[in-house]
């Protein structure tokens, strides 16, 4: 072999090993991240959503949204969508209707899926015992999707509001068959829980915003964690907004966008070095 096709060899051998070592780097780098996933839910559900998913998204520290597709205010949070294309969009399976002062139902003609006045019923717990009928849930579920997919362009994954639409073994059948045929992602496999972190339990944006940056700083490297919320705002909207067992929605919400917006979330979360992923970012091999 001459010297100059053996120094060849040499070249290639020694460039093969450093690309190897170097995705191999990367990897592990990559693993070594903290990378949080942070979803606005129930956008769609009124014109207060609409507008305060949009700013966390835009202005904050969510990329992921999702949009329930039987509500009233849901062709509004396409137009929204529709002209912000980048953004990870879930369709937020909905067969609930929880809010006293406002209701919807199905978009497809499907008496077992609704009360006597033709809404869904309020809580999971009522659907979980409803004797709702498979093909009028399917057929529901598939229009909520196509729905969707149509009006808004970037949509990625599948969601179940209030848990009602996968809450049974069989939903949940039905939901990763959707998800399959329409390929959109479901359940993210590599999720590590959030530990409870006085979230639920604080009563004023700064006490919010304490617990918010307090979990950050828990977080450990290597992990994917998802965290979700529902940003609003406090508008009469919002304040008209309730039900027997949640008083406080509009502040609550509003608090919520408070806390996605926040600089000092923001400051921490560059201080800590947390990546911050959509759906699909986090569903990656």
């Known amino acids: 072999m001459r010297k100059s096709?053996?120094?060849i060899k040499r070249i290639i051998f020694v460039t093969g090993f450093c690309l190897g070592l170097l995705v191999?780097?990367?990897?592990?780098s990559q693993e070594k991240k903290i990378r949080l996933l942070v979803r606005s839910d129930d956008m769609g559900s009124s014109h207060a959503a609409n507008e305060s998913c949009m700013e966390v998204l835009s202005n904050g520290i969510s990329r992921s949204v999702e949009v329930m597709v039987p509500c009233p205010w849901f062709f509004e949070s396409a137009r929204m969508l529709r002209a912000n294309p980048k953004i990870d969009v879930g369709v937020h399976l909905t067969l609930t209707s929880e809010w006293e002062g406002i209701k919807w139902g199905p978009i497809t003609p499907s008496p077992s899926l609704t009360d006597a006045d033709g809404y869904f019923?309020?809580?999971?717990g009522e659907w979980y015992n409803k004797p709702y009928r498979m093909n009028e849930v399917e057929k529901e579920l598939r229009k909520q999707i196509e729905l969707a997919v149509r009006e808004i362009p970037n949509v990625t994954h599948l969601s179940s509001h209030m848990g009602a639409a996968d809450c049974k073994p069989e939903l949940k059948e039905l939901v990763k068959k959707l998800a399959k045929e329409y390929k959109l992602i479901y359940e993210l496999e590599k999720i590590t829980p959030i530990p409870d972190f006085g979230w639920s339990?604080?009563?004023?944006?700064?006490?919010k915003e304490r617990a918010f940056v307090a979990m950050l700083?828990?977080?450990k490297a290597g992990n994917i964690y998802l965290f979700i919320e529902h940003p609003a705002n406090e508008s009469d909207e919002m304040k008209a907004v309730g039900n027997k067992n949640m008083t406080t929605v509009a502040s609550d919400r509003h608090w919520v966008t408070m806390v996605f917006t926040s600089p000092e979330v923001a400051k921490t979360i560059k201080e800590l070095g947390i990546e911050i992923v959509d759906y699909k970012q986090a569903s990656e091999k």
């Open 5 to 7: 096709e053996l120094n």
């Open 24 to 28: 191999h780097f990367l990897s592990f």
């Open 121 to 124: 019923v309020a809580t999971t």
């Open 201 to 207: 339990k604080a009563k004023t944006f700064a006490e």
């Open 217 to 219: 700083k828990t977080l």
